[in-house]
């Protein structure tokens, strides 16, 4: 649009004197003639009328503003190229504010490289980040996949991160990372310990982000096989969730979906470890009837676009997480050494079952070969292992794989096989014997190890100690 207008401004003063002489009797070819003539200040003659009058004053602008244009370019394309040659440039594409935010945060790594439009092109960079429409970007990405070809893509999408095919394409879904840095950050285990792992926690609210809190909750929020955290959903829209999960009830901790309202369950928000308000729609005045309502000393509220809760009586029992602020910082969105390590994760079985050489190349070559729910099940795997990592901590029990007893191996091990059955069970896989005579069917679903730890053959929980023990010397001492 910018640039339609930047061209008409241009070509009004040759449109005006075209118009004008013509009008005044000129032959055509003499009149298209002067008139261009008149961005270089040669038309010398009187104006036979206004419209050429106007023109020959404006011709001399357009012309100054023409070179400024194409300076301008110029100096974008020269910074571009720099930025491109120190190997880390990140081209972001997508309508403002937040490509503007992005760029601020990324400093000397990024390149503008504008708004999507007919004539938008790729510009030469390292990776790309596409914000804004998710029509838009899938379109920009399929109209150029063959030049983003080898480049890591970052796309924002509402769709699950395993819901691509390329391996290149990563989807940023800010509520996504919002949930993942949340379940970190609030250290649930904590919380868990003192409630003897039998804890309630309510969402209210359960649009995308809701959601996306409570896929990373069930598949984080794992610190005893014993455990029994209740979910407690207040949200309209948490039916269709429900319907589109149906393996859900197979999980451990339950998921209860309420269809009441939650100042009809007063007494279950009371009881509860953890009050997520979720709901962005008319948010202050939803935290202030909580307030008012509730004695509970801590409210968790997830807040975007700059709402303050300052004026509020009771703020101080307000823990705020500013999420579309933290979601958009550059490292959260990119997450880089997450991806590292599923990556090098995924290398170093393909060295162990494979015989794969241990190379840059074959790493990048291993991910490749995987279709999208195995790459994220490695990107699962590693992103447990920080809140295993947490829990052993506040245990006292040794990083180091080769000091661990056979008691926390196993007590390790069996929590594993818990986060494992539930990425599968959340990706709506079934227990089942395969008709192919293998573990598992892909394209019905089915796997046969999707059973309780203690029903596993031992060469099934040999596979899981395996696990803990690599995930232990390799991610946490080598990256």
């Known amino acids: 649009m910018k640039q339609n207008l930047k061209k008409s ?4 003063p040759f449109i005006l004197g075209v118009t004008g002489l013509l009008n005044s009797g000129m032959p055509v070819l003499d009149s298209l003639f002067q008139s261009f003539e008149m961005y270089f200040l040669n038309y010398v003659a009187t104006p036979p009328n206004l419209l050429v009058e106007i023109a020959r004053w404006t011709a001399p602008l357009a012309t100054a503003s023409g070179i400024l244009l194409v300076l301008s370019r110029l100096k974008k394309s020269f910074r571009n190229y720099i930025l491109f040659r120190r190997g880390n440039s990140i081209a972001v594409y997508g309508p ?4 503007q935010e992005l760029l601020d945060g990324l400093a000397k790594r990024g390149i503008d490289a504008g708004d999507y439009g007919s004539d938008s092109t790729v510009v030469r960079a390292h990776d790309y980040l596409l914000l804004g429409d998710q029509a838009e ?40 990372t919002t949930a993942r840095l949340y379940w970190k950050q609030i250290d649930t285990y904590q919380i868990s310990v003192q409630n003897n792992h039998k804890l309630r926690i309510v969402f209210v609210g359960f649009g995308t982000l809701g959601q996306q809190l409570l896929n990373y909750a069930l598949l ?45 369950n007063l007494n279950l928000l009371e009881e509860a470890a953890l009050v997520l308000v979720c709901e962005q729609t008319d948010q202050f005045k939803l935290v202030q009837n909580m307030l008012f309502a509730l004695t509970v000393p801590v ?20 823990r705020i997480f500013p999420w579309q602020q933290l979601a958009w910082e550059p490292a959260n969105i990119f997450s880089s050494s997450l991806f590292e390590q599923a990556m090098e994760l995924n290398l170093h079985y393909a060295h162990l079952y494979s015989n794969i050489t241990k190379t840059p190349e074959n790493r990048n070559a291993e991910w490749a070969k995987l ?16 809140i295993r990592l947490n829990m052993m901590k506040h245990l006292g029990w040794p990083e180091n794989s080769e000091e661990l007893d056979s008691e926390q191996l196993e007590f390790l091990s069996e929590l594993e096989h818990i986060r494992w059955c539930r990425y599968h069970q959340l990706n709506n896989w079934k227990p089942g014997i395969p008709e192919n005579g293998k573990a598992k069917d892909p394209a019905r679903r089915i796997h046969r190890d999707l059973i309780p730890y203690a029903d596993l053959t031992e060469a099934e929980k040999q596979k899981d100690r395996d696990n803990i023990l690599l995930l232990l010397s390799f991610l946490h001492n080598n990256l």
């Open 9 to 12: 401004v241009l070509l009004f």
């Open 96 to 99: 403002q504010p937040h490509r």
């Open 137 to 176: 970007t899938i379109r920009f990405y399929t109209d150029n996949r063959r030049m983003l070809s080898g480049h890591t893509v970052y796309m924002q999408s509402e769709l699950p991160a395993q819901s691509v095919s390329d391996a290149q394409l990563r989807l940023f879904c800010p509520e996504e």
């Open 220 to 264: 984080d929020n794992i610190f005893n096989p014993d455990q029994a955290i209740e979910y407690h959903i207040f949200g309209d829209k948490s039916g269709r969730y429900a319907a589109t999960h149906p393996e859900l009830d197979k999980i451990g901790d339950p998921v209860i979906f309420h269809t009441g309202q939650w100042y009809e």
């Open 299 to 318: 409210i968790d509220v997830f807040t975007a676009n700059g709402i303050t809760f300052d004026l509020l009586e009771g703020k101080k029992r307000l």
């Open 371 to 386: 279709d999208s729910f195995t790459r994220y099940s490695n990107v699962s795997a590693a992103d447990y292992h920080d």
